[in-house]
T-cell receptor, first 112, second 116 residues
Framework: NAGVTQTPKFRVLKTGQSMTLLCAQD?????MYWYRQDPGMGLRLIHY???????AKGEVPDGYNVSRLKKQNFLLGLESAAPSQTSVYFC???????????FGPGTRLTVL | AQKVTQAQTEISVVEKEDVTLDCVYE???????LFWYKQPPSGELVFLIR??????QNEISGRYSWNFQKSTSSFNFTITASQVVDSAVYFC?????????????FGIGTKLQVIP
């Protein structure tokens, strides 16, 4: 089992460029999440999904969009990247009802 | 609203010392879950423990122990005889119902440095 995988691991963008981060899990989990981690701010939830075809906003959703067309995949899109979106992005998945989350290895994104 | 406070942003200890990482939470729900995760320098996040609000038993796993006290809304984590490999950022998290979904809130983390 690969667990949770993220693609790519690193990316450098110029302001205004777009990109998509891919998260895949092979644990048949219903819930999936996208977080960003910034120094001194812990993990902040961007968007989440409680099942295939459903998504919802988290704490810091502005500037991001997501899609969950297949249960095992959760995509995070940046339509027009800004320097404020420079961060480390983590994807996670879990069973419902308060189970622990399993995290991917992270994607380090720099927006110049 | 739910909140997790980890007041200790950075702690340094000498190897073999005991260290306690504090976690204080706020929630109006009676059913909730608490977690601790470890993030070593390599960057991945690793699950350590999960506790539900009805189980106040303390737990010990090797050198790790957790003290859950509902009366003080705390879920503290103690490492006994710390080792250099314990150096990491530790996150406390709270999961509680919110609009048909289990909302998860993380603390900002405590960076632990164990000095050899």
């Amino acid at each position: 089992n690969a667990g949770v995988t993220q693609t790519p691991k690193f990316r450098v963008l110029k302001t205004g460029q777009s990109m998509t981060l891919l998260c895949a899990q092979d644990m048949n989990h219903e819930y999936m999440y996208w977080y960003r981690q910034d120094p001194g701010m812990g993990l902040r939830l961007i968007h989440y999904s409680v099942g295939e075809g459903t998504t919802a906003k988290g704490e810091v959703p502005d500037g991001y969009n997501v899609s969950r067309l297949k249960k095992q995949n959760f995509l995070l899109g940046l339509e027009s990247a800004a320097p404020s979106q420079t961060s480390v992005y983590f994807c996670a998945s879990s069973l419902p009802y308060g189970h622990e989350q399993f995290f991917g290895p992270g994607t380090r994104l720099t927006v110049l | 609203a739910q909140k997790v406070t980890q007041a200790q942003t950075e702690i340094s200890v000498v190897e073999k010392e005991d260290v306690t990482l504090d976690c204080v939470y706020e929630t109006r729900d009676t059913t909730y879950y608490l977690f601790w995760y470890k993030q070593p320098p390599s960057g991945e996040l690793v699950f350590l423990i999960r506790r539900n609000s009805f189980d106040e038993q303390n737990e010990i796993s090797g050198r790790y122990s957790w003290n859950f006290q509902k009366s003080t809304s705390s879920f503290n984590f103690t490492i006994t005889a710390s080792q250099v490999v314990d150096s990491a950022v530790y996150f406390c998290a709270l999961s509680a119902p919110s609009g048909g979904y289990q909302k998860v809130t993380f603390g900002i983390g405590t960076k632990l440095q164990v000095i050899p």
